[in-house]
């Protein structure tokens, strides 16, 4: 016996439209019957979402105030300093934030001596997808100690002091890394600490610009602190006392030194195609003039990039902005923080970036040691995270 009769399946589908069409005939007059009710209950409940986005929007940053009445008090705790940072970098505003880490970046090397000394590695241009991701992943595995050790916390309140060390040794190795890096080269200081105050400046900048509110002067001196405590690491002196001094620091400086050069342009145009690449084609024209619009105009003339149009700008503008309010009104806080390093490394002892690309740098994962200029060796051990305190390897 078959267990489908061919000869019945006509019917059956006949019967099936015949049922939907009936169901849509009255669903339609249903509606118009009840049409005022309907409206009405879409309104109220449009307006309890509204109100409950309203009530929770700003809750992490009345939380903060709370408990951190005195904004000067991540300046005087670095544990204070990186609660702060993570639930407003991580939490509050973590696109943004990824944006401006970007641009620091970009900004950077429209100092001659910075470009020359990039190219130099052979990869700021060569392979500036491994440059980005290298840039990345060494800061933030000095960042991201506090939502490491926290999300352990969470999943075990008792956690020991090894695990608790295990991750901060990957904060004083990716250290050691960038200094065993930067031994390599002569960097003069006052482009050392350029490059240290744009990554300062430019979250302030976008996220007050852009975000669905403006910094609290306690979140400010939160991510002031965290660098300020990178540079420490790095033996980085003299450096701005406060992030209002940084960002006057970084005009000035811009100003000064900014200008065109041959290796500026070449690892310009590089990072625009590298990014294009991760757009639809049919947006990758566009690709150029957005970042003239994320620049100031003197880094246009650095890059030779040409002025973007009063019309682009304010497009680009307009949907920054229309984020902002989305994110305002109709997007719920995030719950967890936003991490591009990994808690654990896998099974083959590496880490697995947790941000998305399409042609990812480390498809395999990365360790701390090997990442930078693929011909810089190092003495550092490639698994601090497994050797702590046995390894005869220099960890610092």
Same mark, same amino acid.
């Given at each position: 016996?078959?267990?489908?009769?061919?000869?019945?399946?006509?019917?059956?589908?006949?019967?099936?439209?015949?049922?939907?069409?009936?169901?849509?005939?009255?669903?339609?007059?249903?509606?118009?019957?009840?049409?005022?009710?309907?409206?009405?209950?879409?309104?109220?409940?449009?307006?309890?979402?509204?109100?409950?986005?309203?009530?929770?929007?700003?809750?992490?940053?009345?939380?903060?105030?709370?408990?951190?009445?005195?904004?000067?008090?991540?300046?005087?705790?670095?544990?204070?300093?990186?609660?702060?940072?993570?639930?407003?970098?991580?939490?509050?505003?973590?696109?943004?934030?990824?944006?401006?880490?970007?641009?620091?970046?970009?900004?950077?090397?429209?100092?001659?001596?910075?470009?020359?000394?990039?190219?130099?590695?052979?990869?700021?241009?060569?392979?500036?997808?491994?440059?980005?991701?290298?840039?990345?992943?060494?800061?933030?595995?000095?960042?991201?100690?506090?939502?490491?050790?926290?999300?352990?916390?969470?999943?075990?309140?008792?956690?020991?002091?090894?695990?608790?060390?295990?991750?901060?040794?990957?904060?004083?190795?990716?250290?050691?890394?960038?200094?065993? #890096?930067?031994?390599? &080269?002569?960097? =003069? $200081? %006052?482009?050392?600490?350029?490059? *240290?105050?744009?990554?300062?400046? !430019?979250?302030?900048?976008?996220?007050?610009?852009?975000?669905?509110?403006?910094?609290?002067?306690?979140?400010?001196?939160?991510?002031?602190?965290?660098?300020?405590?990178?540079?420490?690491?790095?033996?980085?002196?003299?450096?701005?006392?406060?992030?209002?001094?940084?960002?006057?620091?970084?005009?000035?400086?811009?100003?000064?030194?900014?200008?065109?050069?041959?290796?500026?342009?070449?690892?310009?145009?590089?990072?625009?195609?590298?990014?294009?690449?991760?757009?639809?084609?049919?947006?990758?024209?566009?690709?150029?003039?957005?970042?003239?619009?994320?620049?100031?105009?003197?880094?246009?003339?650095?890059?030779?990039?040409?002025?973007?149009?009063?019309?682009?700008?304010? #497009?680009?503008?307009? &949907?920054?902005? =229309? $984020? %902002?309010?989305?994110?305002?009104? *109709?997007?719920?806080?995030?719950? !967890?923080?936003?991490?591009?390093?990994?808690?654990?490394?896998?099974?083959?002892?590496?880490?697995?970036?947790?941000?998305?690309?399409?042609?990812?740098?480390?498809?395999?994962?990365?360790?701390?040691?090997?990442?930078?200029?693929?011909?810089?060796?190092?003495?550092?051990?490639?698994?601090?995270?497994?050797?702590?305190?046995?390894?005869?390897?220099?960890?610092?």
């Amino acid at each position: 016996m078959d267990f489908i009769n061919n000869k019945l399946l006509p019917l059956q589908v006949e019967g099936l439209f015949s049922m939907l069409n009936s169901c849509l005939v009255n669903g339609s007059t249903l509606v118009k019957k009840n049409r005022g009710t309907i409206a009405s209950a879409a309104a109220i409940a449009s307006v309890c979402y509204l109100a409950t986005v309203r009530s929770q929007r700003y809750r992490y940053i009345n939380e903060l105030r709370d408990k951190y009445p005195d904004p000067t008090m991540p300046l005087k705790d670095s544990k204070i300093a990186a609660e702060v940072f993570d639930t407003t970098i991580r939490k509050e505003f973590p696109a943004l934030h990824y944006v401006a880490f970007q641009i620091a970046l970009y900004r950077s090397v429209t100092i001659p001596s910075i470009s020359r000394l990039i190219v130099a590695t052979g990869e700021a241009h060569g392979n500036p997808q491994k440059r980005e991701e290298d840039s990345y992943l060494l800061l933030h595995e000095m960042l991201d100690v506090y939502p490491h050790i926290q999300h352990e916390k969470e999943k075990n309140p008792n956690l020991s002091s090894k695990n608790i060390e295990i991750q901060e040794t990957r904060r004083t190795h990716a250290i050691a890394r960038m200094n065993e #890096i930067h031994g390599r &080269y002569r960097i =003069l $200081h %006052g482009d050392f600490l350029y490059q *240290l105050v744009l990554f300062v400046h !430019e979250p302030i900048y976008w996220i007050n610009k852009y975000g669905y509110r403006k910094l609290d002067r306690l979140e400010i001196n939160a991510i002031y602190k965290m660098w300020a405590d990178i540079a420490d690491g790095m033996s980085l002196e003299n450096y701005p006392e406060s992030a209002e001094k940084m960002t006057q620091y970084q005009k000035e400086y811009s100003e000064a030194y900014s200008k065109y050069f041959s290796t500026s342009h070449k690892i310009s145009e590089a990072t625009i195609e590298n990014t294009a690449l991760h757009f639809p084609f049919w947006l990758r024209p566009m690709v150029r003039m957005a970042f003239s619009c994320m620049i100031k105009p003197l880094d246009c003339t650095s890059f030779n990039l040409p002025l973007p149009s009063w019309w682009f700008k304010f #497009i680009f503008d307009s &949907y920054l902005y =229309l $984020h %902002g309010y989305y994110v305002r009104f *109709l997007k719920f806080p995030r719950q !967890e923080s936003y991490l591009g390093t990994p808690i654990h490394p896998n099974e083959n002892n590496r880490y697995m970036p947790q941000y998305e690309s399409e042609y990812p740098a480390y498809p395999n994962g990365y360790t701390i040691a090997g990442l930078g200029p693929t011909k810089i060796k190092t003495s550092l051990c490639p698994m601090p995270n497994v050797r702590v305190g046995t390894c005869p390897v220099a960890h610092f």
